[in-house]
């Protein structure tokens, strides 16, 4: 089983700060993707990222997938209430898709 | 639009019923998933099926099984339900070698 440690678990913070969380595993990759959950809904994919190094912007939000493909991360620049939500890492072989615990982010106004 | 619809959003079952949640995607996707998410623990994968008629036991398998009769629809069967099975389920599809998935909105369930 192919592990994937998020951290950190709870991040608060005020509107217009900046934040990084991270997604790391011992094994490599072909993928990640990042998806957001707001409550009493289902994930939605944020982005999906393949090449080890590649960096991809969605507006205020930057992901980088590590050299190695073993790990992540999602930076928010100016982040608003809007961003508030459980944001999840997963990746896995073509069957079976494993996510981590994910980072429970809230922006306070 | 694309979808995947879970039968229920909450239900509530008797300690030792047996259950059953079902989930129909509508993007002829072959793989689909089951998950469920507790506090804490994230997403956990239970059972996923790459073609109809097959399935693959995840990392929690204890006390589920599956039906994949029909691609556009993957079953999730609690045999006697028990109160440590109160939680929220996740149902998922992707296409093969693509990692989106693409999630129902969740069933949460409640044994009492």
């Known amino acids: 089983t192919q592990l994937l440690e998020q951290s950190p678990q709870f991040l608060s913070i005020q509107e217009g700060e900046n934040l990084t969380v991270y997604c790391n595993s011992s094994s490599v990759f072909s993928s990640l993707q990042w998806y957001r959950q707001e409550p009493g809904e289902g994930p939605v994919l944020l982005v999906t990222v393949v090449t080890g190094g590649e960096v991809k912007k969605l507006k205020r939000l930057t992901f980088q997938f590590g050299d190695a493909r073993k790990d992540s991360s999602l930076h928010i620049t100016a982040a608003q209430p809007g961003d508030t939500g459980l944001y999840l890492c997963a990746g896995g072989s073509w069957g079976d898709m494993r996510f981590g615990a994910g980072t429970r982010l809230t922006v306070k106004p | 639009d694309v979808k995947v619809t879970q039968s229920s959003r909450y239900l509530v079952k008797r300690t030792g019923e047996k259950v059953f949640l079902e989930c129909v995607q509508d993007?002829?996707?072959?793989?689909m998933f089951w998950y469920r998410q507790d506090p804490g623990l994230g997403l956990r994968l239970i059972y996923f099926s790459y073609d109809v008629k097959m399935k693959e036991k995840g990392d929690i398998p204890e006390g589920y099984s599956v039906s994949r009769e029909k691609k556009e629809r993957f079953s999730l069967i609690l045999e006697s339900a028990s109160t440590n099975q109160t939680s929220m389920y996740l149902c998922a599809s992707s296409q093969i070698r693509q990692g989106r998935a693409f999630f129902g909105q969740g069933t949460r369930l409640t044994v009492v």
């Open positions: 993007m002829d996707h072959e793989n």
